[in-house]
């Protein structure tokens, strides 16, 4: 892991956290066996090439694999240490990540004879990260309510990696693809999620899976919603010393703003960027009667960087901008506010969407969506006490129905001196890690 052992998610009201210890052991073994001849296929580079059965790849596992904690039907992640080379070139680079599944494990016989692990590999990832989106897949844009859509992407199978399913006709197998099988999958991370942690609710666990999903910049909005799904729901609960995610929730009646800060210490003497990131989901009832107004709640959501930067405006003159930590701002601002401007109720938003019309906050807001995510990248000496608001509508005739949020706040600060997460724990006593519970007591993911 990096930065040691990964520290777990930050969490409005929850308490204590439960560190597992690592083992070690001998390093796995295997080799390349041929299967059925694939078609001929171009990616990428236009070349095809292929493996010989004698033929070895080195890759070192993410963790300890072995006969006393595994079982068959368990999955891993390698990575590939030395590029494979064929005839014309590299075949597989240095560097890329497989996907591997156990399939039977054999413990040691009588007379020293060694015991063995038969394994699997069904995909991997290269090290630029490319995964390539189904045909099958649904594609957005959604309907009004849901307008980025599908929420992430899942694998779901392919031709040469097909779901091994039971036949119509009895003792049979069969080979299927699809969303059908993708979802179950996405749903099961959820429970995993769940497993983990009592603190994770199945609203948090989409909200977190959401807020997680990693988008490839080769693919258009419409074909991957929010992205593709986190591989490892650990991934999803840890944090490090540089990048910290904290959860809330709540209820919001119509007209009701509620502000969650963004807790960084000192984060406005940091040198560089500083990422901020965030998702919230929310559980509206739907309107039946017209497919165009189809959310009857929402949530409108405003972040504010800086709590000391102010507009000051002036009816027929202009406005100014002005940050009151700045003696020689705060002299000007005296002197406005004596000419007859007036000081904004509330800090400069970034971006400022005090202007845009209905029609700009549906198109490129997603004003009326029930999931939201954004990010902003920003020096670190823009931030002081930066805070997100929350703010609750409705339509319809529904202005006494409460709506339920769920928010993932992630702040990353790569140059903050020391560990951001401790600086958060230190200086915030209200928060605490969530309890993880012992994954391998209670979780057995087939």
Not at 118 to 138: E, H, M
Not at 236 to 251: A, P, Q, R, W
Not at 281 to 309: K, R
């Given at each position: 892991?990096?930065?040691?052992?990964?520290?777990?998610?930050?969490?409005?009201?929850?308490?204590?956290?439960?560190?597992?210890?690592?083992?070690?052991?001998?390093?796995?073994?295997?080799?390349?066996?041929?299967?059925?001849?694939?078609?001929?296929?171009?990616?990428?580079?236009?070349?095809?090439?292929?493996?010989?059965?004698?033929?070895?790849?080195?890759?070192?596992?993410?963790?300890?694999?072995?006969?006393?904690?595994?079982?068959?039907?368990?999955?891993?992640?390698?990575?590939?240490?030395?590029?494979?080379?064929?005839?014309?070139?590299?075949?597989?680079?240095?560097?890329?990540?497989?996907?591997?599944?156990?399939?039977?494990?054999?413990?040691?016989?009588?007379?020293?004879?060694?015991?063995?692990?038969?394994?699997?590999?069904?995909?991997?990832?290269?090290?630029?990260?490319?995964?390539?989106?189904?045909?099958?897949?649904?594609?957005?844009?959604?309907?009004?309510?849901?307008?980025?859509?599908?929420?992430?992407?899942?694998?779901?199978?392919?031709?040469?990696?097909?779901?091994?399913?039971?036949?119509?006709?009895?003792?049979?197998?069969?080979?299927?693809?699809?969303?059908?099988?993708?979802?179950?999958?996405?749903?099961?991370?959820?429970?995993?999620?769940?497993?983990?942690?009592?603190?994770?609710?199945?609203?948090?666990?989409?909200?977190?899976?959401?807020?997680?999903?990693?988008?490839?910049?080769?693919?258009?909005?419409?074909?991957?919603?929010?992205?593709?799904?986190?591989?490892?729901?650990?991934?999803?609960?840890?944090?490090?010393?540089?990048?910290?995610?904290?959860?809330?929730?709540?209820?919001?009646?119509?007209?009701?703003?509620?502000?969650?800060?963004?807790?960084?210490?000192?984060?406005?003497?940091?040198?560089?960027?500083?990422?901020?990131?965030?998702?919230?989901?929310?559980?509206?009832?739907?309107?039946?009667?017209?497919?165009?107004?189809?959310t009857n709640s929402c949530i409108e959501d405003t972040f504010?960087?800086?709590?000391?930067?102010?507009?000051?405006?002036?009816?027929?003159?202009?406005?100014?901008?002005?940050?009151?930590?700045?003696?020689?701002?705060?002299?000007?601002?005296?002197?406005?506010?004596?000419?007859?401007?007036?000081?904004?109720?509330?800090?400069?938003?970034?971006?400022?969407?005090?202007?845009?019309?209905?029609?700009?906050?549906?198109?490129?807001?997603?004003?009326?969506?029930?999931?939201?995510?954004?990010?902003?990248?920003?020096?670190?000496?823009?931030?002081?006490?930066?805070?997100?608001?929350?703010?609750?509508?409705?339509?319809?005739?529904?202005?006494?129905?409460?709506?339920?949020?769920?928010?993932?706040?992630?702040?990353?600060?790569?140059?903050?001196?020391?560990?951001?997460?401790?600086?958060?724990?230190?200086?915030?006593?209200?928060?605490?890690?969530?309890?993880?519970?012992?994954?391998?007591?209670?979780?057995?993911?087939?």
């Amino acid at each position: 892991m990096k930065n040691g052992l990964k520290k777990i998610v930050c969490a409005l009201i929850l308490s204590s956290y439960l560190s597992i210890a690592s083992a070690t052991a001998e390093p796995l073994k295997g080799s390349v066996t041929e299967n059925e001849k694939l078609p001929d296929e171009k990616m990428f580079t236009g070349e095809v090439d292929t493996l010989d059965k004698k033929d070895n790849i080195k890759l070192t596992v993410s963790h300890v694999i072995s006969g006393a904690i595994n079982e068959a039907g368990d999955e891993f992640f390698a990575e590939i240490t030395e590029d494979v080379k064929g005839e014309k070139g590299v075949i597989i680079p240095k560097g890329s990540i497989v996907h591997g599944i156990i399939q039977h494990i054999q413990d040691p016989k009588k007379l020293n004879r060694d015991g063995y692990m038969i394994t699997a590999f069904d995909y991997l990832v290269t090290p630029d990260g490319r995964k390539i989106r189904a045909d099958y897949s649904c594609i957005g844009e959604g309907r009004e309510g849901a307008k980025i859509k599908p929420d992430f992407l899942e694998f779901g199978g392919s031709l040469d990696r097909p779901f091994i399913i039971a036949g119509a006709t009895p003792n049979t197998l069969s080979a299927s693809i699809g969303t059908s099988f993708s979802s179950p999958l996405a749903v099961n991370k959820i429970g995993r999620l769940m497993a983990k942690s009592e603190s994770i609710t199945p609203h948090i666990g989409r909200t977190l899976l959401i807020h997680n999903a990693q988008i490839d910049s080769h693919l258009a909005q419409e074909e991957q919603g929010y992205g593709f799904c986190a591989e490892e729901v650990d991934d999803v609960l840890n944090c490090d010393d540089k990048k910290v995610t904290i959860l809330y929730s709540g209820t919001l009646a119509p007209s009701q703003t509620v502000r969650l800060p963004v807790f960084a210490p000192q984060i406005n003497n940091v040198r560089g960027n500083v990422t901020i990131t965030w998702t919230v989901a929310t559980i509206v009832d739907p309107f039946i009667g017209d497919p165009d107004a189809y959310t009857n709640s929402c949530i409108e959501d405003t972040f504010f960087p800086h709590e000391m930067v102010f507009m000051f405006n002036k009816k027929g003159v202009g406005t100014r901008r002005l940050n009151l930590l700045n003696e020689e701002h705060v002299a000007v601002a005296r002197e406005l506010l004596n000419t007859g401007y007036q000081k904004a109720d509330f800090p400069v938003s970034h971006p400022s969407k005090k202007y845009w019309d209905e029609t700009d906050l549906r198109a490129v807001d997603m004003k009326w969506d029930t999931v939201i995510r954004r990010y902003v990248r920003m020096r670190g000496t823009s931030l002081l006490n930066p805070a997100i608001t929350l703010h609750a509508i409705a339509r319809n005739g529904f202005g006494d129905t409460k709506l339920r949020y769920f928010a993932a706040v992630s702040i990353e600060a790569p140059r903050y001196t020391g560990s951001l997460y401790d600086s958060i724990l230190q200086n915030y006593k209200n928060l605490a890690p969530i309890e993880i519970r012992n994954v391998n007591r209670v979780m057995v993911n087939r």
